[in-house]
């Protein structure tokens, strides 16, 4: 209840009330058992959020080559988004490279302290074209 009070506080509105917490593991492929939760649901999702998760586990995920990010980037819907919150940016480039492969637009935002006191910077990603393989005609070979 409380994320939903925030959103409609910020002015966003809601379809739905329901949120879902999911716990995954960003090393691993998202096809791994400890991802299965976010990997059965991942096209219902229009809004994921990592908090504070992908700087903290930097190192792994550059040696795996990002696959966890690959791999959900190729499942979402096209109208998902993500928002990569951390306090630090040191990830952001990685994930936008990775995100421009598959064809994610991504916005890097800077606000110098929270009402906390904490430094807090925000990568938006979102596809180019969100509504592009659904104007594509079927073609037959």
Same mark, same amino acid.
């Given at each position: ?24 593991? *960003? ?7 400890? +991802? ?22 930097? *190192?792994?995920? %550059? ?18 988004? %993500? ?7 040191? %990830?952001?480039?990685? *994930? ?18 929270? %009402? ?5 910077? *925000? ?14 005609? +079927?073609?037959?070979?």
């Amino acid at each position: 209840d409380k994320l939903q009070d925030s959103m409609e506080a910020a002015g966003i509105a809601c379809a739905g009330t329901t949120t879902t917490l999911e716990h995954c593991n *960003v090393l691993l492929p998202l096809a791994d058992e400890q +991802n299965r939760g976010l990997a059965t649901q991942a096209r219902s999702y229009d809004l994921l959020l990592f908090s504070f998760v992908l700087a903290e586990n930097r *190192v792994g995920l %550059i040696d795996s080559k990002l696959v966890f990010l690959r791999d959900l980037l190729s499942a979402l819907k096209p109208s998902a988004s %993500i928002l990569v919150l951390d306090c630090t940016f040191q %990830i952001f480039q990685p *994930v936008a490279d990775v995100g421009e492969e598959l064809g994610w637009d991504a916005l890097r935002v800077h606000w110098h302290k929270d %009402i906390n006191g904490h430094c807090k910077n *925000v990568l938006l990603l979102q596809r180019k074209n969100p509504l592009e393989p659904h104007l594509q005609p +079927n073609r037959q070979s």
